[in-house]
């Protein structure tokens, strides 16, 4: 089971500050609660901004894009409901969100929960599955 947020810096950072704070403060922190909440990995992707993402953003019509997307990963979707009922898990998740509140505008930051359908990388469905020469009969 895995986990997505998709985070807007507060309007009082800049892009820097809140990539800085992000990885240097946050990350660690996290790092500090990885047993108590549970978590088997944790990915942040911070935004890279320049001409190449204008250009993408132009031809799609795309809008403005999001200053990062953390991934957090648990073991199953069990493993995560049950983090409710462990008071230590619900006291880092607390301590988390404190700190999420000064650097996350949380109100323009979707979270959601989704399992992961892979389509290609290691692990994938061969290729050859659906290639035309092997559906053609």
């Known amino acids: ?3 997505i947020y998709c985070l ?3 309007p009082t950072l800049t892009p820097e500050e809140f990539r800085r704070y992000w990885l240097d ?9 990885q047993d108590a909440l549970r978590i088997v990995r944790y990915v942040q992707t911070h935004t890279a ?33 049950a983090l409710g009922r462990d008071p230590e898990a619900r006291a880092a998740s607390r ?3 404190e700190d999420e509140r000064r650097f996350v ?3 323009r930051s979707p ?10 990388g290691a692990g994938s469905p061969e290729r050859s599955a659906c290639s035309p020469t092997r559906l053609e009969t």
Do not use: N
């Open 8 to 10: 807007k810096r507060l």
């Open 105 to 107: 505008d949380l109100a």
């Open 49 to 81: 901004a320049g001409p190449l993402l204008d250009k993408l953003r132009a031809f799609r019509g795309s809008a403005e894009p999001y200053d990062g997307v953390a991934e957090i990963w648990y073991e199953s979707a069990a493993a995560l409901a």
């Open 95 to 97: 301590r988390l969100l």
């Open 111 to 120: 979270i959601w929960i989704g399992e992961e359908h892979l389509i290609i």
């Open 25 to 33: 403060v946050h990350g660690p922190l996290v790092r500090a609660h």
């Open 1 to 3: 089971m895995k986990l």
